[in-house]
């Protein structure tokens, strides 16, 4: 097995292993809840329009894998999951397939099993715009996330030491013909870089943040010696990160991070977040396509009961939920608010 595929099957391990309970902080979110909802259950629906095709709902499975036989289980498995329930799905990093074309039929699955739905392709953002194209292509992909891992890629060993990825970030967006989503994965994007990628044309947005899948500690387990724990001090919650992105907004703000029930995807909603997704969750309900649908139908029905206390019949009512907000996450509130950041 290659070094590579190696990798893929070690995150699948370790992610699975160090899966701890959720502090992305979305605890410290109170939600204020109406009397009277006036609204009945039949009145709900959780379908929505993601870029061009509808979903029934607006949470989706986010990155997580390919590049191995084991990937290649996990993808079939979560594919006909999403196919059977209409939700969206991302494929790990395809970069492998530039060294190791004979992988693809692990991310290819997962479109064979699924022909008609969402599906993203995910690249690392040293992907050449003509590899990224042909991912594109190939797995008949609907959008393209590129993934912004500096704190994993300093703690690999082997991982990139060269962080100049902006020019090759709008190439590759200027390439390919669908939706480009860039995405952090685990650590957060903060109030001042969010405002950063938008001003260079980067309109939909994965903030990441941590509070789950933790890719820095994931590396540290991968390291034999010389863990780069202090890196751990770098992190921004999922629900600090979403608070950020209030002011000014990308055009799709996608919240991700943690989350691991219907509570933390209702509470992403009304924080800002028009998507959210879900990556480790999911892994640990892929032991079986059953195990899967259960989850995702799960998650549908408590997230339709949260909007029938709630009173919402439709997505753009979300925003005008009451919440406060603990005195840490508060605080911190005011902070990025009264800096000006740029
Ligand atoms: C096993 C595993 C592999 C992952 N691989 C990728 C990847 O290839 N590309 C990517 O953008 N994110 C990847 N991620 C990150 C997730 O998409 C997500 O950003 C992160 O896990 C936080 O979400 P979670 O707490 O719900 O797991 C991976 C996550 C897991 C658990």
């Known amino acids: 097995m290659s070094q590579h595929s190696q990798r893929k099957d070690d995150h699948l391990k370790l992610a699975k292993m160090l899966f701890f309970s959720s502090h992305n902080e979305l605890n410290q979110v109170h939600l204020m809840r109406p009397v009277l909802p006036e609204i009945a259950l039949s009145d709900i629906s959780l379908t929505i329009k993601l870029f061009n095709k509808i979903v029934s709902a607006p949470f989706f499975i986010n990155a997580m894998t390919g590049g191995s036989a084991n990937a290649e289980v ?12 209409n939700i969206a799905m991302s494929l790990g990093s395809a970069s492998i397939l530039e060294k190791e074309p004979k992988q693809l039929n692990s991310f290819l699955v997962a479109r064979q099993e699924n022909p008609h739905g969402f599906l993203f392709a995910n690249v690392n953002p040293n992907t050449s715009p003509k590899t990224a194209a042909k991912i594109v292509k190939i797995l008949s992909a609907d959008a393209l996330q590129i993934h912004l891992n500096v704190l994993q890629e300093i703690v690999m060993p082997e991982g990139d030491r060269n962080f100049h990825w902006l020019d090759n970030l709008k190439k590759i967006q ?169």
């Open 74 to 85: 996990v993808n079939r498995r979560l594919a006909q999951a999403a196919a059977k329930e």
């Open 174 to 342: 200027d390439s390919v013909e669908v939706p480009v989503i860039l995405k952090e994965v685990g650590n957060g994007i903060s109030k001042k870089s969010l405002a950063f990628l938008k001003s260079n044309g980067f309109e939909y947005i994965d903030i990441g943040g941590s509070g789950g899948t933790d890719f820095a500690t994931i590396e540290n387990n991968r390291r034999e010696k010389n863990k780069l724990n202090f890196i751990d001090d770098l992190n921004l919650s999922t629900a600090k990160c979403l608070l950020g992105a209030q002011e000014n907004p990308p055009e799709i703000l996608i919240s991700s991070g943690g989350i691991t029930t219907s509570m933390d995807i209702f509470k992403s909603l009304i924080l800002g977040a028009d998507f959210v997704g879900i990556a480790n969750l999911f892994l640990q309900h892929a032991d079986s396509t059953t195990n899967l649908i259960q989850l995702i139908q799960q998650l549908k029905s408590e997230l339709t009961t949260l909007f029938a206390i709630f009173g919402i019949s439709d997505f753009s009512s979300l925003s005008n939920i009451d919440y406060y907000l603990d005195s840490a996450l508060f605080n911190y509130f005011k902070q990025i608010n009264t800096k000006k950041v740029d």
